[in-house]
């Protein structure tokens, strides 16, 4: 592929950052139509509760209120569906919770809608709230994983006598047991994988919009992709034509996968609109966030790994318990099915057999959070690996190559989830990690950390995920008469910098500046199709299809220079926005092009095409370095490497800084972000008083590289990266936590998060224990 100015592989600046940080953004929250009306969500205090609405009058009376939606209001709307239902081995199907638009009768968790408040203001919908009368009969409530599989757990639902979603075996069991058999050594670890809030930057927010005279809606929202949101308004809650619901996003404050969802928020502002005539307006606070907005990760695995005397990897157990929350979000049963998928990881162990279970509890729903299921299975197995390497007394990064997959390899096979790896070279990015971070100088460093009275540790994982697969894109790529370009494509830019990266797969055909390109997203009346961004799949479907449609649209412009200038296609080629005649400086403008009598509308529009045959498998090495001061518990991460295999880096600098924020997530998740619910159901932790994100004094400077294997699955190379950074860090982080307590304390396990408490109090137990 030949090197262009703007084209792919430079490290070019994002071009929509000046726009944003000048004001010039234009959010959900910033839309009001003219009249628009504002609406409060009433939301349950009860984890677990029957309820009557008793009186609605005196809120009604209230001056401003317009309308007052109960679930007796909804009874000719669907639900919200679960996408992703799954069944158990045999084939049936236990209860899936579907989620009301308003719950019906029975509160599921705190933060379960019971009305929806429509008012002239928010304030006066916020007062109208209140002034409901409803009358709650509180019902047993269970909170956790292990409490809903214990055996007199109360149920959160009639419709079956246990909590259990769905329960499948994956892998043959009875060749796995044989080889547990036969094994000199058997390592067991129980990990808790913890639940994660979001808390993206802009909170979710949709304004609903009527047309009486053509009965259609409108729906602007923050989202992660307009046509499955049109396609689930349309098919399975409003019950109408596609045709009739026109949806738009503008620009998006972070999505993370938790704004790729169908709400009940957006249904109901639709409503409200069609039946007050007026558009209806709905931003969450924080406070909604917490417990409105689905969740994250909430899984507990038992691990058994069996292994020979020299350490050889001969089978793995792994039992997977995921907690989907009340109700069975729009891909959360799936999401628990991609973790037990990737249970293989980076290693040859030839026989794998996983249990995967899921249970509803009384908590906000559970579904797709930055890498969803995959950084789960890769922290169990990292934390997994590493265990087993203390117990067996071997180096961690000795263990790890004596089982890698070889690149000769490939393709591979693995045991379990159907997976089929095309390429990789584990052992290349954990060498180069382990040098660039000064591994083997660790014990100097050591030293002088506990001349300070600190304790040290360094840790490392090594992952692969699985990205990209499945449903392809679309793309358009039209020349303008100013003989600019407009890229029409269906995923939706959530901050990553598609404006500019889709750009640079344009110019690498037209060469053009990037200023001369734009991206049109989010808006379901001017893009045909789309399937939305999420799995970090923008880069490697759409960014390849827009890489095709601007191929196309280069040879059709061609076409029409070769008459213009009288020359045959194949002497011309395509520099600086004109096309010329190789070789000498006859030429034509872009703009010129445009205005000739055969510039017909097929003639100025490329079209592209992909769908993937299969995933791509991003893979690498993080390594951590901490610090643990004993008297307090706090970690320190002082320094941090990752190697990375992306197959090709469209961007250097977008790549790195997405890979910068997936890690900073990642630490979040090891040391900080902590979601506590009591007996009773009540989030704990449901302010930014309470839970504590990553802040910039948190992080250490990163440094990032790359050794890229291309992928095979698309013919760019490329494997996605925008949730890599969340999965190879988290193992990383309490790999280096452990080795640290390990090397002072022989403590070898501890669950997520490590807050300051948590290591005080396994330091002051581990020194009681010596002590005796």
């Known amino acids: ?145 292990r409490s809903a599989l214990s055996k007199n757990a109360p149920a959160v639902w009639a419709e079956q006598k246990d909590n259990l979603a769905f329960e499948q075996n994956l892998g043959d069991v009875k060749k796995v047991d044989a080889a547990f058999a036969k094994a000199d050594r058997v390592i067991k670890l129980e990990i808790d994988n913890s639940r994660l809030i979001t808390n ?81 307006k709905w931003i969450a606070d924080r406070g909604d966030h917490f417990i409105g907005d689905a969740h994250g990760r909430d899984n507990i695995t038992s691990m058994e790994l069996a292994v020979d005397k020299s350490g050889k990897f001969l089978a793995l157990k792994a039992d997977v318990v995921g907690n989907l929350g009340a109700y069975a979000s729009q ?51 990292e934390r997994l690996v590493d265990y087993a390497a203390r117990e067996l007394g071997m180096k961690p990064e000795a263990l790890r190559r004596k089982n890698f997959i070889a690149p000769s390899a490939m393709p591979y096979k693995t045991p379990v989830g159907d997976r089929v790896y095309d390429t990789g070279d584990f052992a290349q990015h954990l060498t180069q990690a382990l040098s660039v971070s000064q591994w ?49 494509s269906g995923t939706q830019s959530n901050g990553q910098g598609h404006a500019t990266a889709y750009a640079q797969f344009a110019s690498q055909h037209l060469d053009l500046p990037l200023d001369k390109i734009k991206v049109v997203q989010g808006d379901t009346a001017r893009v045909a199709t789309g399937h939305g961004t999420g799995g970090s799949r923008s880069i490697p479907v759409g960014g390849v299809s827009t890489f095709v449609a601007a191929k196309d649209l280069s040879e059709k412009l061609k076409k029409l220079a070769s008459d213009k200038l009288e020359t045959k296609v194949a002497d011309l080629e395509i520099a600086d926005g004109t096309v010329r005649v190789a070789g000498t400086d006859r030429k034509i403008t872009f703009a010129d092009l445009a205005k000739l009598p055969g510039a017909t509308p097929d003639m100025t529009r490329g079209k592209g095409e992909f769908t993937p045959p299969d995933a791509t498998y991003p893979n690498g090495t993080h390594v951590a370095e901490v610090e643990v001061d004993p008297l307090t518990g706090t970690v320190s991460i002082v320094n941090y490497t990752i190697c990375d295999d992306f197959g090709i880096a469209v961007n250097p600098m977008l790549l790195a800084g997405q890979v910068h924020g997936g890690v900073a997530q990642g630490i979040g998740q090891a040391l900080l972000e902590h979601t506590v619910f009591d007996k009773d159901g009540q989030l704990i932790s449901a302010s930014l008083m309470d839970y504590t994100l990553p802040r910039a004094d948190d992080l250490p400077n990163f440094h990032f590289e790359t050794k890229n ?51 005080f109090e396994a330091i002051q137990s581990a020194s009681r224990l010596a002590a005796e």
Not at 238 to 263: I, Q, S
Not at 343 to 357: C, E, N, Q, S
Not at 727 to 738: D, F, K, L, R, W
């Open 200 to 280: 993206y930057m802009e909170t979710r927010g949709a304004v609903g919009e009527y047309d009486a005279a053509t009965k259609s809606f409108k729906l602007t929202v923050s989202s992660q992709g307009v046509h499955g949101l049109r396609d689930i308004l349309a098919e399975k809650i409003l019950k109408v034509k596609a045709d009739r619901v026109h949806v738009v996003t503008g620009d998006v404050g972070g999505g993370f996968g938790t704004k790729t969802f169908m709400y009940r928020e957006y249904p109901l502002v639709m409503e409200a609109a069609r039946r007050l005539k007026r558009p209806v």
């Open 440 to 488: 083997d100088g660790f014990k100097a460093r050591l030293k002088e950390s506990k001349k300070n009275g600190k304790l040290r540790g360094i840790g490392l994982a090594t992952y692969i995920e699985c990205t990209a697969w499945g449903d392809g894109e679309d793309v358009v790529v039209d020349l303008e008469k100013d003989g600019s370009v407009t890229i029409y």
């Open 1 to 145: 592929m030949s090197v262009k100015k703007f084209g792919i592989g430079q490290s070019i600046r994002r071009v929509e950052d000046v726009r944003l940080l000048t004001g010039g953004g234009h959010y959900t929250a910033d839309y009001t139509p003219e009249k628009s009306l504002h609406a409060f969500v009433l939301r349950s205090p009860y984890a677990h509760a029957s309820f009557k609405i008793k009186d609605l009058e005196a809120a009604r009376a209230i001056k401003g209120v317009k309308l007052i939606l109960t679930a007796e209001d909804l009874a000719d709307l669907g639900d919200v569906p679960c996408l992703a239902p799954l069944e158990n081995d045999d084939g049936s199907k236990n209860h899936v919770a579907n989620i009301p638009l308003l719950a019906k009768g029975t509160a599921k968790f705190v933060g379960d809608a019971i009305a929806f408040v429509v008012a002239e203001t928010t304030n006066a919908a916020k007062d109208a709230a209140e002034a409901i009368e409803v009358e709650y009969k509180s019902l047993p409530a269970v909170v956790d994983i």
């Open 709 to 759: 294997v291309p992928s095979t699955t698309n013919p760019l190379g490329i494997k996605g990266a925008g949730e890599a950074g969340a999965i190879g860090s988290t193992p990383a982080v309490m790999n280096a936590v452990i080795d640290a307590l390990d090397r002072a304390y022989r403590i070898r396990h501890l669950q997520m998060p490590a807050t300051p408490i948590r290591i």
């Open 331 to 381: 891909f959360g049963p799936y999401i628990h099915y991609l973790c037990a998928s990737m249970m293989t990881g980076v290693y040859k162990t030839p026989l794998i057999a996983v249990k995967l279970r899921a249970v509803y509890t009384n908590t906000v729903p559970v579904d797709a959070y930055r890498g969803a299921g995959r950084p789960e299975a890769a922290y169990n197995l």
